[in-house]
C-alpha cells in the first residue's frame, strides 16, 4: 500500500491561496491521488481525484509532476469556511482503493 | 431521501455489551467502508466490502463483525464493547473505491 506524508498543519489567511503537498514516494502505476475534505464533526468529503497533469474543479486544482511521486492540492483565495482538515490517498481506482490509508492529515487554519 | 445514513447517531453502552451500528445507503453502491476515528486523529479502516456478501479485514479488524446480506446496508457489531473502543465511527460507501461518501458519524462511549 503506498503510504502518504503531508505535513500535519498549516496556517493561511482569508483571501490567500493555500498549497498542501503530499509525498507518496511509492506510488504505483495503476494508483489514483484523492483528496478529503473533514470539517469537525462531519464526515470526510471528496474533493477532488487526478492521475498525472493538472485536474481543476470548482473547489481546487491538484498538480501532480511527471513522476508522480508527490501531489499539490491548491485551494484559491481561501475563507474562514475552509478551515479543516485536508487527507491525501493514494490508491487504485477500480480495485484496491478500498485498502487505502487516510492517515493523520493536514490541518488547515484559516484566519481573518 | 437519497444518501447515507447511520444509526444511532450517539450510543452510549457498557464494557461487555454487544452493540450494532446501521449504515443505509440509497445509491446502490457496490464498496461500503466502516472507519472508526478517535479524538485527534486521522481515520482508520475496519472492514469493507466490494458488494453484498463479499467483506474483507481493514486495518483494525478485532473485536467487530460486519454482514452484508444486502447491498443497501452494511451494519457494523462490537461482539463485547470494550472502553478502547470508545470513538467516532463512520460508514462510507462508493461506487468507486477511491471516490467515497460519508455518513454523519456515530458516536460511541464504552463506560
Known amino acids: 500500500l503506498a503510504k502518504t506524508t503531508q505535513p500535519i498543519s498549516m496556517d493561511s489567511y482569508e483571501g490567500q491561496e493555500v498549497n498542501i503537498t503530499c509525498s507518496h514516494n511509492n506510488i504505483a502505476t495503476n494508483d489514483y491521488i484523492t483528496w478529503y475534505q473533514q470539517f469537525p464533526s462531519q464526515g470526510p468529503r471528496f474533493i477532488i481525484q487526478?492521475?498525472?497533469t493538472k485536474v481543476t474543479n470548482e473547489v481546487a486544482s491538484l498538480f501532480i509532476p511527471a513522476d508522480r511521486k508527490s501531489s499539490t492540492l491548491s485551494l484559491p483565495r481561501v475563507s474562514l469556511s475552509d478551515t479543516a482538515v485536508y487527507y491525501c490517498l493514494v490508491g487504485d481506482k477500480q480495485t484496491g482503493g478500498f485498502k487505502t490509508i487516510f492517515g493523520a492529515g493536514t490541518r488547515l487554519f484559516v484566519k481573518a | 431521501d437519497a444518501g447515507i445514513t447511520q444509526s444511532p447517531r450517539y450510543k452510549i453502552t457498557e464494557t461487555g455489551r454487544q452493540v450494532t451500528l446501521m449504515c443505509h445507503q440509497t445509491?446502490?453502491?457496490?464498496?461500503m467502508f466502516w472507519y472508526r476515528q478517535d479524538l485527534g486523529h486521522g481515520l482508520r479502516l475496519i472492514y469493507y466490502s466490494a458488494a453484498a456478501d463479499i467483506t474483507d479485514k481493514g486495518e483494525v479488524p478485532d473485536g467487530y463483525v460486519v454482514s452484508r446480506s444486502k447491498t443497501e446496508n452494511f451494519p457494523l457489531t462490537l461482539e463485547s464493547a470494550t472502553r478502547s473502543q470508545t470513538s467516532v465511527y463512520f460508514c462510507a460507501s462508493s461506487a468507486r473505491a477511491n471516490e467515497q461518501f460519508f455518513g454523519p458519524g456515530t458516536r460511541l462511549t464504552v463506560l
Open positions: 445509491w446502490s453502491h457496490s464498496y
Open positions: 487526478g492521475y498525472k
